[in-house]
């Protein structure tokens, strides 16, 4: 710097320049302009950024505290004494939720101190933690990061932020999210307590297994309630989150045992256990992974995969209740049985239901050599990649056609079965011109036992459906074929009381005296009634007689005089829903108003379930009750949307009927076709079943307590032999014996109005004195039903000697005697009646004023031939000369000449 006179007289000048005034003025222009500017878009930016933080919040859900919760959660089955069976799970929806007052204060704490350890003091976010994650990223240059989530935003993330993980890579997206995540957690920390929000995020979170919710959680690790867990246990659960995979306790316990521990450090340190309370969970580290996975799971393991019949058939149940009862649309009823949280009290019994499904377990109680049924499926890709697809039926239609022609997809055993595949296989591949090779085909099969079997039990007086097994082998999936629900099958002779006898009794129109002749007879069409006994004909029998015996041609007749459609309507009444009045089928009309409906000759069939309802209709004194599988259904607030404490009901048969039909089956368990079905000690009463050619086998049968229907068969029905035949009658023993043991026997209620009359059993009427004796027997009747008329077959009066028929006034040979008169079927009449009163030509004989004689008129064909033109024609006279001989002979005692040997 130059202070000399000439260097200040040089500044001064410079400073009084008009050009370097004029610089600073444009340079103070320029920095004042600058700066505002500067600040103008300082105001401007952090305006735009107020509004857009703003706008953030303002699309920010604002959903109320109460709602803040996991949308799905398991719907839960019970059986009748409150025990879970299973549970329908969808998708995210495998949780079960708890109250606050349900978990145990530890399990919280566990969570707090390994998740969010200032929960209880921070405001939805905390700081702190916020800080340190940013140091920690800052520090190891973003290899490492720490979660700076509370509690709170874990909550809103799995139960708001649901999509949270669909955003990918998108930064601002997830600043977003982040920012909207944080202020809510300030608005529900204002809204509600800390309870509330850690209630919320135990029943939320993931906790690996596919277990959502500390309640899940607790029994699939432990097998019991969350309430129940300890300090150890708690800290196992807690120390899932963060990672459920990596911190799994059954497939990496090495892992969780460490997380677990700084979990147990950590309650200690903040005070939530105490040092012996610590102490004792640090000393149960190995004991308490030892615990997981001993525990009965088999319910969820059920739930998981395939489920039971019974559960399947209430699933099936309740959906088609909330949809024709409650009023839900099919997708409702669809979402709210997988996720909506239904409590579902089933009528299942457990104890009866094992013993159930332990005799269908059990291969003593079926035929030694098992059967294999083989349901196959193949595609095979050509050389372009394109499908050629075979099914089963394809296979059988090639079987048949080239290599056995009685081929039915039924082996001996499941290596007979896979050569058979490998044969077809590589026919196809031939018949297509393509080298077999894995990588050009695909094929799926499964082998079922066979035959197989199906069982219902239902308690008759309420109708609540006890027990189901749907089959007999792997259960292969949920809601497969279950044969006791679903699969119809022809009932067989289980019909001719439902259909033909009962209503006869019911109606008047027969008693259980009525009787029939077992003799030749056909169908309408032309085509005759075959019996299932291969020892002819049983001539006259009752009603009842037929029922104990199975007897097909009475049974038919029967039917034929009430008619069929009287038949069917009491099936209606019966609560059969897959009957066919009028149907057209693949072009022909069907209809099961006809005749064979008295031996179950049906176009569809029927089930297991409904037929085992029928016969307890019968039980329950001819009332039907609506057979249920569920007694009620609560929704997830605890809510009765469904119930069936009172099932539907109506009168079938008048009381007096059902137990006539009761009694006359209790004649087919102790003397006739069910012997095999009988134990000791209970009432029984039932009917055998049997299609044609014995594709189905039936047992339906009831005690005082509960009606069980069993059938057996082959899924494609295929005929079975005379053992497969049997298993019906054997496993009804077999369980209902059991169901039993230790309880009191009761025998069936007799009903008011019924009473007992003596009436000769060839007639079904008042016997005669003297001439019925050898044919008495005591039946029961409705009051106003039992016979007033006397026996008409056993004539009295002058008997030819020699012919052993009706004498004629001219006969030589007579004496005074009585005749048990042959039947003589007229086919004038109703079909399948009887009468007495016919000429030899089955003429009616009428009275004088032309109705029809119901009296006993001698037959002409039960008149001896000694008529006066038969004797007065001298070509007869060798013939009347040898007949003397003969009756002198008998006279004497001795036998004529030409008898002897005979």
Request: charged letters at 20%; glycine letters at 8%; hydrophobic letters at 35%.
């Amino acid at each position: 710097m130059n202070y000399g006179k000439k260097g200040v007289k040089n500044k001064m000048h410079s400073l009084n320049s008009t050009s370097v005034k004029w610089g600073r003025k444009i340079l103070l222009f320029i920095v004042s302009v600058l700066a505002m500017t500067i600040i103008g878009v300082g105001v401007c930016a952090l305006a735009g950024g107020l509004g857009l933080f703003k706008g953030i919040l303002v699309n920010a859900p604002n959903p109320p505290v109460s709602s803040i919760v996991a949308s799905g959660e398991a719907t839960i089955v019970y059986d009748n004494q409150g025990n879970e069976i299973d549970q329908y799970v969808g998708s995210n929806s495998n949780r079960i939720e708890v109250s606050w007052e349900e978990v145990p204060v530890y399990l919280g704490y566990a969570f707090v101190a390994i998740e969010d350890e200032r929960f209880f003091e921070h405001n939805g976010i905390d700081f702190k933690s916020i800080v340190r994650a940013g140091y920690q990223f800052i520090h190891t240059k973003g290899r490492e990061a720490q979660g700076a989530s509370t509690i709170t935003q874990q909550l809103l993330k799995n139960t708001v932020f649901t999509d949270w993980t669909s955003e990918g890579d998108n930064t601002i997206k997830k600043i977003k999210r982040k920012i909207q995540e944080q202020y809510l957690a300030l608005e529900v920390t204002k809204k509600a307590s800390k309870e509330e929000i850690l209630i919320n995020y135990m029943n939320a979170i993931n906790l690996g297994q596919n277990t959502l919710g500390v309640e899940q959680a607790a029994q699939r690790y432990f097998g019991k309630s969350c309430s129940e867990l300890t300090i150890s246990e708690c800290a196992v659960i807690a120390s899932i989150t963060q990672n459920p995979s990596k911190y799994n306790p059954i497939s990496h316990p090495d892992e969780n045992v460490k997380r677990r521990k700084n979990c147990l450090d950590k309650m200690k340190e903040l005070g939530f256990i105490t040092e012996a309370q610590y102490n004792e969970a640090i000393a149960d580290t190995d004991d308490v992974y030892d615990r997981i996975g001993l525990h009965d799971i088999s319910y969820k393991a059920s739930s998981a995969t395939n489920g039971s019949y019974f559960s399947d058939a209430v699933y099936e149940q309740v959906y088609n209740d909330l949809i024709e009862v409650a009023g839900y649309s099919e997708s409702a009823a669809q979402k709210a049985l997988i996720s909506g949280g239904l409590r579902i009290e089933s009528t299942q019994d457990p104890a009866i239901q094992a013993i159930a499904d332990e005799a269908f377990a059990d291969e003593s109680n079926f035929p030694e050599n098992v059967k294999w049924y083989l349901t196959y499926a193949l595609t095979i890709y050509d050389d372009n990649g394109e499908p050629h697809n075979f099914s089963k039926e394809n296979m059988t239609t090639w079987f048949t056609q080239n290599v056995n022609k009685k081929f039915n997809l039924i082996f001996n055993s499941q290596e007979d079965g896979d050569e058979a595949i490998a044969v077809y296989r590589s026919a196809m591949f031939n018949d297509l011109g393509i080298t077999e090779s894995e990588d050009k085909y695909e094929e799926t099969f499964t082998y079922t036992p066979q035959p197989q079997s199906a069982m219902v039990i239902e308690d008759q007086s309420t109708g609540y459906v006890v027990a189901i097994v749907g089959g007999r082998g792997a259960k292969l999936g949920r809601r497969t074929l279950n044969r006791a629900t679903s699969a119809t099958r022809s009932p067989g002779s289980t019909f001719k009381v439902l259909a033909s006898f009962a209503p006869a009794v019911d109606t008047g129109l027969a008693t259980l005296a009525t009787v029939y002749n077992d003799a030749p007879f056909n169908y309408d069409g032309g085509r005759a009634v075959s019996n299932w006994y291969r020892t002819g004909y049983r001539g006259i029998n009752s009603i009842r007689t037929a029922i104990k015996d199975s007897m097909n041609i009475i049974a038919v007749k029967n039917q034929t005089v009430i008619t069929p459609q009287l038949g069917y309507e009491y099936l209606l009444k019966f609560g059969f829903t897959t009957l066919v009045e009028n149907e057209l089928i693949n072009g022909q009309v069907f209809s099961d108003i006809n005749q064979t409906i008295a031996l179950g000759g049906l176009t569809k069939g029927v089930t297991p379930y409904e037929l085992n309802a029928a016969y307890a209709a019968i039980a329950n004194h001819g009332i039907y009750v609506e057979p249920k599988l569920y007694t009620r259904v609560l929704d997830s607030d605890g809510l009765v949307i469904l119930d069936n404490t009172e099932p539907e009901s109506h009168q079938v048969l008048k009381a007096t009927t059902a137990y006539l039909m009761t009694s006359a089956m209790t004649d087919v368990v102790t003397s006739g076709t069910g012997t095999r079905a009988s134990f000791p000690g209970m009432a029984i009463a039932g009917k055998t079943g049997t299609s044609t050619k014995e594709k189905d086998v039936w047992f339906a049968g009831f005690t005082p307590y509960y009606t069980c229907s069993v059938w057996t068969g082959y899924d494609n029905n295929v005929e079975m032999n005379d053992t497969e035949a049997n298993i019906s009658k054997n496993l009804f023993r077999i369980v209902m014996s059991q169901i039993h043991e230790g309880l009191p026997n009761p025998g069936f209620d007799i009903p008011e109005g019924l009473v007992q009359v003596t009436v000769c059993s060839k007639s079904g009427k008042l016997p005669v004195e003297g001439y019925c004796d050898g044919c008495l027997k005591t039946e029961l009747f409705e009051e106003g039903t039992e016979p007033t008329e006397f026996c008409d077959i056993h004539y009295v009066g002058d008997i030819c000697a020699l012919d052993g028929l009706i004498a004629t006034p001219e006969c030589p040979f007579k004496f005074h005697g009585y005749v048990e008169l042959p039947l003589v079927e007229n086919a004038a009449t109703v079909p399948g009646s009887y009468v007495y009163n016919t000429d030899g030509a089955g003429n009616i004989l009428l009275n004088e004023d032309g109705t029809v004689s119901m009296a006993y008129q001698p037959l002409v064909t039960n008149y001896c031939h000694h008529t006066a033109d038969f004797l007065a024609d001298p070509a007869n006279q060798a013939t009347i000369d040898a007949e003397y001989a003969r009756y002198n002979a008998i006279l004497s005692g001795q036998p004529a000449e030409g008898d002897q040997g005979q």
